[in-house]
DNA sequence: AGCCAGGCTACCG
DNA sequence: CGGTAGCATGGC
């Protein structure tokens, strides 16, 4: 069993499964393009405002790109505004829609969502991986402090290369591609929440249990 | 009171 | 190409 594999175990076994992605609300109707609006909403943001964000947005019935569009641009702001960044966010959401609705319910390619303004490589997994269900790793701060705390990346590491060292361990170990999708969502859970604990202050890594 | 958050774009050299 | 300022609110 390879190494990064290993560390899932353990973190699995530690922190128990953590659900695929927090979402806010379980009978919403399109799921995808809720997972979307976190995805963008959460940029460089803690979930809890972006939760904030997503509730203003589910009492205007809003979770909902037509209603996004006929909607005053500045009340939508107001209503994203616990997410920080409303005025870059609100155009990214745009922008965003406008490509979805243009899919008709197609899944994107990862190139094509790059080419979306405000969607950058981990925003791009991330809606491919939650709201699409794609087996694309997402890389994130935590996991690239984790991967350099552990030495098995050096510090000047691209996204692309973790992103490939991830997959490519976990596809060695896991042959049945339903699972793997599902480790994909939880590893980066999991990630996440070891990251909340061990890598958020510096110097990261202090009392962190992987590095034995 | 200050640092950090589940990043991305624009612009610099 | 690599490096960095700017974006903004909320939590601890």
């Known amino acids: 069993m390879n190494q990064i594999y290993t560390i899932y175990q353990t973190l ?16 919403i109707k399109d799921k995808t393009f809720e997972v979307a609006l976190g995805s963008i909403l959460t940029q460089n943001t803690t979930f809890t405002s972006v939760e904030t964000s997503l509730q203003n947005l589910h009492v205007e019935n809003a979770i909902d790109p037509d209603v996004i569009l006929n909607m005053n641009i500045d009340k939508f702001k107001t209503l994203i ?12 959401i745009l922008a965003f829609i406008k490509f979805y609705k243009a899919l008709d319910g197609r899944t994107p390619s990862r190139d094509d969502l790059l080419h979306v303004k405000g969607i950058g490589e981990e925003t791009a997994d991330s809606i491919l991986l939650y709201g699409y269900e794609q087996c694309e790793f997402k890389i994130d701060a935590y996991t690239k402090r984790l991967l ?14 973790m992103k490939k060292l991830m997959q490519d361990s976990l596809t060695q170990e896991i042959k049945d ?24 202050k510096k110097p990261y890594g202090v009392g962190c249990f992987l590095k034995n």
């Open 81 to 92: 505004k616990p997410s920080g960044y409303y005025n870059q966010k609100a155009e990214y």
């Open 177 to 200: 591609k339903k699972e793997l999708l599902k480790v994909y969502q939880e590893y980066h859970a999991l990630i996440v929440a070891h990251g909340k604990k061990f890598y958020s």
């Open 12 to 27: 699995y076994k530690h922190y128990g499964a953590q659900g695929w992605w927090p979402t806010f609300d379980e009978n």
């Open 148 to 161: 350099i705390e552990l030495g098995l990346v050096d510090a000047k590491v691209k996204y692309k290369e």
